[in-house]
């Protein structure tokens, strides 16, 4: 089944513009997933900056004599660094003196186990402490402020041993499934040994639609510019293909004009030639005996001169069509005739069908010929079904063919009003017409094409309604012949 040309051109559209949507997605999606990842990067490098900041300011501290109190100089180191929140000396005689509300929930550390361990203290805080007897509390939520993180992160998770501090959060809608995207960077520095969680959700609004919709014009343009060329490419065709039939038409037509006329005129030219010769037997009159007499010869001559004229006329139609008989394929001879009247019969509401009843059967006749005569059937039934109005009954014209005996056979039948039964006996006599403005000499040159063939075209009145014509020509050889 052959797909219309809006059908075709819809599904090059749709599959262009799938696959182009599909790229743009594609790339923009990679796009985002790299600067994704580099934000990301961005963001464990801050943090490992922050990290071996606090590590440099316990070094400091301990390398040092205290000039200042512990509240002091906190005060100083938070002004700068928001995440430090206290700051704590150990005197061994009297423990630990904090510049804050809390204090460290262990001493420090032996030179010789570790220079510096670490201590939770609440959610989101802990302790570094050194084993120079100074320890900072850290609030690791306020380790990166709202500016510092990039933009196109959505979330971030610190993980530090077995805590987890929410570090980012941006507030929106939730996102379908499968659009979140999650990257997880570590920084093994003792002992904040972080790892840091980001994820990126993807929005609708991340999309490149002004892309995708520019892609999808471009496409729909691409389509339509296809269809036109399509559908003039057809026009062309189509019009080729009916002058062809047209020339051929008009061909015979004069052909059977010619042919009609040289047998009705060569009639009264016999009786003039009888006529001229019975009297120049009766002129015995001597007076101008011999003048009548050459006149008459003359006109003797004249009459057998325009005779040969005609009959030379109607030996050259006769053999117009004398082309070389093949074996025709039907199907091949219809398609052509269906894509010629295919869009004229739709806007007139006409169906036009084909059933081949015998499809390895081949007819032996000259393919010109035979198209000329079922274009000028199926000319007839359509010209029968435009003659009277046919209300909501959609008109039908069914083209069928198959082997009849030893011949093929091609029937043209349609639902029209049929052949006044007084017409039927005169329908292939020269001249003769039911159509107002009509020659009457299509059906003549269609059963003089057919004879030629060695065929035989009869057409009648259906039982149903409407009119059927017949078409029997000889099976090719190859075919049927062999099989007889």
């Known amino acids: 089944m052959k797909l219309s040309?809006?059908?075709?051109?819809?599904?090059?559209?749709?599959?262009?513009?799938?696959?182009?949507?599909?790229?743009?997605?594609?790339?923009?999606?990679?796009?985002?997933?790299?600067?994704?990842?580099?934000?990301?990067?961005?963001?464990?490098?801050?943090?490992?900056?922050?990290?071996?900041?606090?590590?440099?300011?316990?070094?400091?501290?301990?390398?040092?004599?205290?000039?200042?109190?512990?509240?002091?100089?906190?005060?100083?180191?938070?002004?700068?660094?928001?995440?430090?929140?206290?700051?704590?000396?150990?005197?061994p005689a009297g423990g630990w003196v904090s510049a804050g509300a809390s204090t460290p929930p262990m001493p420090p550390p032996h030179a010789h186990d570790a220079p510096v361990s670490l201590a939770f203290d609440g959610a989101s805080s802990y302790w570094l402490i050194d084993a120079s007897g100074w320890a900072v509390r850290i609030d690791a939520q306020q380790m990166l402020q709202a500016g510092d993180w990039p933009a196109s992160l959505s979330s971030a998770t610190?993980?530090?041993?077995?805590?987890?501090?929410?570090?980012?959060?941006?507030?929106?809608?939730?996102?379908?499934?499968?659009?979140?995207?999650?990257?997880?960077?570590?920084?093994?520095?003792?002992?904040?040994?972080?790892?840091?969680?980001?994820?990126?959700?993807?929005?609708?609004?991340?999309?490149?639609?002004?892309?995708?919709?520019?892609?999808?014009?471009?496409?729909?343009?691409?389509?339509?510019?296809?269809?036109?060329?399509?559908?003039?490419?057809?026009?062309?065709?189509?019009?080729?293909?009916?002058?062809?039939?047209?020339?051929?038409?008009?061909?015979?037509?004069?052909?059977?004009?010619?042919?009609?006329?040289?047998?009705?005129?060569?009639?009264?030219?016999?009786?003039?030639?009888?006529?001229?010769?019975?009297?120049?037997?009766?002129?015995?009159?001597?007076?101008?005996?011999?003048?009548?007499?050459?006149?008459?010869?003359?006109?003797?001559?004249?009459?057998?001169?325009?005779?040969?004229?005609?009959?030379?006329?109607?030996?050259?139609?006769?053999?117009?069509?004398?082309?070389?008989?093949?074996?025709?394929?039907?199907?091949?001879l219809m398609n052509t005739l269906l894509f010629l009247y295919r869009d004229e019969l739709a806007r007139e509401h006409i169906t036009l069908v084909w059933r081949n009843d015998t499809p390895r059967e081949r007819p032996l006749a000259e393919q010109v010929a035979i198209e000329q005569i079922l274009h000028n059937l199926i000319q007839n039934a359509r010209a029968a079904l435009n003659s009277t109005p046919r209300h909501a009954l959609r008109g039908e014209i069914r083209v069928s063919g198959g082997r009849v005996g030893r011949h093929y056979g091609f029937s043209v039948a349609d639902n029209g009003p049929g052949v006044p039964e007084e017409a039927l006996p005169h329908l292939f006599e020269p001249f003769f017409t039911t159509r107002p403005g009509g020659l009457g000499l299509g059906l003549p040159l269609c059963e003089t094409l057919a004879q030629r063939q060695d065929g035989k075209l009869t057409l009648c009145n259906m039982p149903t309604g409407g009119a059927e014509a017949t078409l029997l020509l000889p099976l090719a050889p190859s075919q049927g012949g062999a099989r007889q």
């Not at 000039?67 to 206290?86: C, D, F, I, K, W």
């Not at 990257?183 to 609708?204: M, V, W």
């Not at 471009?218 to 510019?225: G, H, K, M, P, Q």
């Open 5 to 91: 040309s809006r059908v075709a051109a819809v599904l090059t559209w749709l599959a262009l513009s799938l696959a182009g949507t599909a790229f743009i997605v594609s790339r923009s999606v990679a796009d985002i997933q790299a600067r994704f990842l580099q934000d990301s990067s961005i963001a464990i490098r801050l943090l490992g900056q922050r990290a071996a900041q606090h590590e440099a300011i316990l070094a400091t501290l301990g390398a040092a004599p205290l000039s200042a109190s512990p509240a002091r100089v906190l005060e100083n180191l938070h002004a700068s660094m928001p995440q430090l929140t206290g700051l704590a000396f150990w005197r």
């Open 158 to 332: 610190l993980r530090l041993r077995s805590r987890a501090f929410n570090l980012l959060q941006h507030t929106q809608a939730a996102a379908p499934a499968g659009w979140t995207l999650h990257l997880e960077k570590h920084l093994p520095a003792r002992p904040q040994d972080f790892a840091l969680l980001t994820t990126r959700t993807l929005r609708p609004a991340d999309l490149p639609w002004l892309a995708m919709v520019l892609w999808n014009a471009v496409c729909a343009l691409i389509a339509a510019a296809a269809l036109g060329t399509w559908r003039l490419r057809q026009a062309r065709r189509r019009e080729t293909a009916r002058a062809r039939l047209d020339r051929f038409d008009r061909l015979d037509t004069f052909g059977e004009m010619a042919a009609g006329l040289a047998h009705e005129l060569n009639q009264p030219l016999t009786a003039i030639v009888a006529h001229a010769r019975a009297a120049e037997r009766l002129l015995d009159a001597p007076a101008e005996r011999a003048d009548v007499r050459q006149a008459l010869q003359t006109c003797v001559a004249q009459a057998r001169r325009a005779a040969a004229i005609l009959e030379r006329l109607r030996g050259a139609v006769t053999s117009a069509h004398g082309g070389k008989r093949c074996a025709l394929d039907p199907d091949a």
